[in-house]
């Protein structure tokens, strides 16, 4: 029988997480609103628990992943890597697909890989609750779950058009004792100020980032949490890409080709930047492609600039692809993809050429998720199925140059939470949505104009 699923042992959970900050030779400081400068320790002190800043600033290659974590951890990592054959035969193709199933976490997706480190360092620099903004219910349902494994109390702002579309995740964050509340809302200043301007607001993750960050700072108790783009997060991420190198070995394989959704960054660096580091340091010349919805094209369509994270402005201004932090997109089901910028780190790599990217349309994302269902026996997540689509893609485009290449793609979630949007696309409901120009146009115009600072 030919091995399909490549296991680890809990004893093969990686003992550090890796920094890509530290193999760039430029890494842009964030910068303060406020003075324009670098932002200062005591600048992220704010939001952020000492040690989570070390991490953040730091160029060592590496950070020692705490003991509690990794027992934490051990509750469903390592996850498996699997040889989608049903898949290769269906596509009739000579490459080998594997994909890293992030799906089997507690709460369907990879974000609890820094949702419980996050929660680890809060307790420890004495907060008694987490708050966070979600854009599809990922990220709130994990920092629900963290906070719920350390006794933390967790509030949550959900995009409201997700919130309305994806009731399973908000019930699920409440199952974890959390509280969520649809973005924007009245319980904010930011919030209230959409809604004065347009009631009907559908919302975006900067708005919930807004509102967020605003009763962070307004009550010092809750520690603010972030689900992606940020460098730690990246860095807690990457436990997906060691683990998958190790599963590659024990296959007898490793990818040509590695594959990954792209919305904030996270789920595509923790995939990514293992190999990347591999081959900066020797290793095969692998191709790594970020996979984005053509609906929010921060990587294809952005401006490399600073600008900031949230609506109102009230984070630190960030060197990235961005489309501008009032660009709103529009309400496709991929909802943890629909962030204006990505990850300083994710941008850089882009930018240097260690990366390329492509934006894929929704209903082309959805086909593919199908024909995944029905040969892999997996319901992917519609953030996922915009890998699924480009690792697609590549096997075809194999097929008709007749090269056996190895594709790797990461299964960020499952989307058992999300069949009412399959039942849409089944039934020729679903909209290909694609980038509103007006909408666009807005959004690159609120990108600040930083005298020194495109470079």
Known sequence: MEAVRFELSPSEIPETWYNMAA????VAPALSPATGRPVTRDDMLRTMPEALVDQELSREPEFEIPGEVRQF???W???????????????????RIYFKHEGVGPTGSFKPNSAVPQAYYNKRAGKSGLIAETGAGQWGSAISFAASLFGLDAKVFM????FQQKPHHRSLMQMFGASCTP????ETEAGRAVLQEQPDFPGSLSVAKSEALQVAFSDPRWGYTRGSALNHVCA?????GQEAIVQMQRAGDYPDIVVACAGGGSNLAGLAFPFLRARLRGGPQVRLIAAEPAACPSLTQGRIAYDFSDTAGLTSLTRTHTLGHKFVPPPVHAGGLRAHNIAPLVSRVVEEGLMEAVALRQRDCFEAGVLFT???GIVPAPESTHAIRAAVDEALRAREEGVARTILFGLSGHGNFDLSAYERY????LADDSIDPQALEIGRNSIPVLAGAAS
């Open 23 to 26: 193999d760039l030779e430029y």
């Open 73 to 75: 951890y051990a509750q």
């Open 77 to 95: 990592r390592p996850t498996p890597l699997i040889r989608a054959r049903n898949l290769e035969r269906a596509l009739d193709t000579p490459a």
């Open 159 to 162: 995009v409201r058009v997700s």
């Open 183 to 186: 973005s924007p809302s009245a």
């Open 236 to 240: 807690h991420q990457t436990v997906i």
């Open 374 to 376: 029905r040969t892999e």
């Open 426 to 429: 089944l039934g020729g409901a």
